[in-house]
């Protein structure tokens, strides 16, 4: 399930376009004897000053900021700092907060724990607990291991209950506050999850359909993972070869907003091949579908339970049994902001409340530090208005220089600075900005966090130049009309003057990358 990540970045906010451009073709050689004349390359603030005269400046709501990052000069500025929708870029303060406050080292813990005695013949007198917080990667995969690992020290039955406790996080299937648009929530699109200490699978369901026998026949639909909490309703087609697929998805919750119903309705070409991808949509109750998950793999792997799987609270005196822990702070952060994972930041901001400000965590906790973090860099209080970690919201605002500002601080930090550099998606190579940055002696030159809603357009991170500098930059496009290629061309020419690298950007795409 790891490269779940992968997939369900691909569905982040909207799909990115995957093409790239080619290498420019060599030079020949000169003929002359004289030596070749030098090309001319304007000095970088005339450079920086044509940016402007760009298309979407003219019909955008534009906030622009570059700074030196050794130095904290800033080199230009556009649009009077204004304070503007920043996406996903919001992730860039949610990422150096969680690296100050948890470290890069941090793991998310979940506590498999015992209030009975387990006996030499693999008998537990009692109840088993297991306490999330919050795992963000926790996946069938490694549910699975964890059930073997419970097996391993010696318990094959449990005269009690399994008891899950999910109070480390406020609520049970929160969504991510601030965004509101109802459609979001009827169709349960991957990037708008439901939040819970104990979370599974990215807390998204994942359907695979395949076709029928016959044509003009009923197609195949199951859950990857099946769960109590997902009902499916399948009027899948098998269609002749080579017809078009499609498949349209509705989900429908009950009146407890827990179990989730999705009616399939399309056309599977019979022909379709085998590894096609499946569909990705979100659950409703987390919790729940944990707890379901969890007991068809205990008795999967002949773990007797006598009693029931409930939902409680551990008590204090419970004995620890196993620790599951997760991969390292900074490799989850990696994941989040190369791919733009809106459920792994929330889940991470919430982590960081609950252990700053105390038990439940919560998003409106991780807000209030994420602003404390932006005063202490004295960023003034009308330059930010924040609302969760992701950045998905129409209801947030920063201005420029207050990302700048976080992008400095932890470019100057020579303990976290790397691991913060490390998680962000790089030109030409990897995450959002694969496809992008691959011309002209430019792969490798930036690190940045992208951002993108519908009419919003954002690139924010770092920039290696020629000579040796590094930049920091903040470009903020909203109110956006049409097509992003143009905003997008403005992104690529200001990474390509900042960079020093001589020669003509590549076209613009019209595929998005948040």
């Known amino acids: ?94 990422s150096a907060v969680a690296l100050k406050e948890l470290g890069p080292a941090y793991r998310f813990p979940t506590w498999v724990k015992t209030d009975g005695e387990l006996g030499l013949d693999g008998v537990l007198t009692g109840n088993l607990h297991i306490i999330g917080q919050g795992d963000p990667t926790m996946v069938v995969e490694r549910m699975w291991k964890m059930i073997a690992d419970i097996k391993a020290r010696g318990v094959s039955e449990i005269k009690g209950d399994v008891i899950f406790d999910d109070t480390y996080m406020s609520g049970e299937g929160v969504w991510i506050p601030g965004w509101n648009k109802p459609e979001d929530l009827e169709r349960g699109e991957v990037y708008y999850s439901a939040l819970g200490a104990l979370s599974l699978n990215y807390n998204v369901a994942s359907m695979v359909v395949r076709p029928g026998a016959s044509v003009g026949g009923a197609a195949l639909a199951s859950f990857e993972t099946p769960s109590d909490v997902l009902v499916m309703d399948n009027q899948l087609t098998t269609g002749r070869a080579r017809s078009k697929y499609w498949v349209k998805v509705e989900r429908k919750l009950d009146e407890a907003g827990k179990v989730a119903t999705y009616t399939l309705t399309g056309n599977v070409p019979v022909d379709l091949e085998p590894d096609h991808s499946p569909i990705y949509r979100t659950l409703a109750d987390p919790t729940g579908n944990y707890i379901s998950v969890f007991r068809e793999l205990a008795k999967a792997q002949g773990i007797k339970v006598k009693g029931r799987f409930v939902t409680g609270t551990a008590p204090a005196t419970s004995k620890l049994l196993l620790k599951v822990e997760s991969e390292r702070l900074a490799t989850i952060l990696t994941d989040m902001n190369k791919q733009s994972n809106n459920f792994i930041a929330e889940q991470v ?54 990302l700048d500002a976080v992008l400095l601080d932890m470019h100057q930090n020579l303990d976290l600075g790397p691991e913060y550099r490390a998680t962000l998606a790089v030109g030409g190579r990897d995450g959002t900005l694969w496809h992008r940055f691959r011309e002209d002696g430019m792969e490798g030159r930036v690190r940045a966090k992208t951002g993108s809603l519908s009419g919003v357009f954002c690139l924010a991170g770092y920039v290696a130049a020629a000579d040796g500098t590094d930049y920091a930059f903040t470009f903020f496009v909203n109110e956006l009309d049409g097509s992003t290629a143009r905003a997008r061309a403005a992104h690529d020419q200001l990474v390509r003057v900042l960079s020093g690298v001589t020669g003509s950007l590549a076209a613009a795409d019209d595929g998005e990358g948040d």
Do not use: C, Q
Request: net charge negative.
């Open 349 to 402: 901001l919430r982590a960081v409340a609950a252990e700053r400000i105390g038990l439940p965590g919560t998003t409106e906790g991780g807000a209030k530090l994420l602003a404390d973090y932006l005063a202490s860099l004295g960023v003034a209080p009308d330059r930010y208005h924040i609302v969760n970690g992701s950045g998905l919201s129409r209801e947030a605002y920063l201005a420029p220089s207050a």
């Open 1 to 94: 399930m790891r490269n779940l990540v992968l997939s369900l970045a691909a569905l982040s906010l909207l799909t990115p376009a995957w093409a790239s451009s080619p290498e420019a073709a060599p030079e020949p050689a000169p003929v002359a004897t004289e030596p070749a004349a030098a090309v001319a390359v304007p000095p970088l603030d005339a450079a920086l000053a044509t940016l402007p005269t760009m298309p979407v400046f003219a019909k955008s709501t534009i906030a622009l900021e570059v700074v030196n990052a050794a130095t904290g000069e800033r080199v230009y500025a556009y649009g009077d700092d204004r304070t503007l929708l920043p996406a996903s870029t919001m992730k860039l303060v949610t």
